[in-house]
């Protein structure tokens, strides 16, 4: 079955402390997976899509590498307006192009 | 220009009421979805329609009933509402073919009282 499990369930960092997130999944075909950022009262948010082992994607603090495994969101020198929770989705091959989520990781970074 | 808008954002009704929710999205997208944010921000899909024809169902309780008019829209009719039905409903939309991402509405924040 294919399933997606993100660790850890909550960080707490202090601002400037870098950290990584992992995604991990068992998948029997990856189209992609994609890494979203959800704030309180709002809907996902998309950030990146990677589609093959060695990829890396970057973005201001945000950086997302992928293996055939798991999924890495590294934050450098994380800022308050960082916090949120940040969620990870594959899609795989098997036909349907369903989103299939983890349970996400709740960051809260202290100024 | 909101791309994915879902109304209502807030619902409160009472057991064994009928509700409905609305989605539209403007980026002329063909596949659309319907997800559930349960209280630990779990996401779980419920149903996706493809240019209006049902192509996810996920063991939803009959209770829930999709249509789409259009590609534009899709909507989620509730009957019989019960207590656990309470979470947060999440529209979404994509390109067809897969490997591109989704977008998601606001959400509507579902309370069965």
């Known amino acids: 079955e294919d399933q997606v499990t993100q660790s850890p369930e909550a960080l707490r960092l202090q601002e400037g402390e870098s950290s990584s997130l992992n995604c991990s999944y068992t998948v029997s075909g990856l189209r992609g997976l994609f890494w979203y950022r959800q704030d309180p009262g709002k809907g996902p948010e998309f950030l990146f899509t990677l589609y093959s082992a060695g990829e890396e994607k970057e973005k201001e603090r945000l950086k997302a590498t992928l293996t055939k495994k798991e999924s890495f969101l590294h934050i450098t020198a994380p800022k308050p307006e960082d916090s949120a929770t940040y969620l990870c989705a594959v899609q795989t091959t098997s036909g349907t192009y369903k989103y299939i989520f983890g349970t996400g990781t709740r960051l809260k970074v202290l100024a | 220009d909101t791309a994915v808008s879902q109304t209502p954002k807030y619902l409160v009704t009472q057991m064994g009421n009928d509700k409905s929710i609305k989605c539209e999205q403007n980026?002329?997208?063909?596949?659309m979805y319907w997800y559930k944010q349960d209280s630990k921000k779990f996401l779980k899909i419920m149903f996706s329609?493809?240019?209006?024809?049902?192509?996810i169902n996920e063991t939803v309780p009959n209770r829930f009933s999709p249509k789409s008019p259009d590609k534009a829209h899709l909507n989620l009719h509730i009957n019989s509402l019960e207590l656990g039905d309470s979470a947060v409903y999440f529209c979404?939309?994509?390109?067809?073919?897969?490997?591109?991402?989704?977008?998601f509405g606001q959400g509507t924040r579902l309370t069965v009282v």
């Open positions: 979404a939309s994509s390109q067809t073919g897969g490997g591109t991402e989704a977008f």
């Open positions: 329609y493809n240019n209006k024809e049902l192509i």
């Open positions: 980026l002329g997208h063909d596949t």
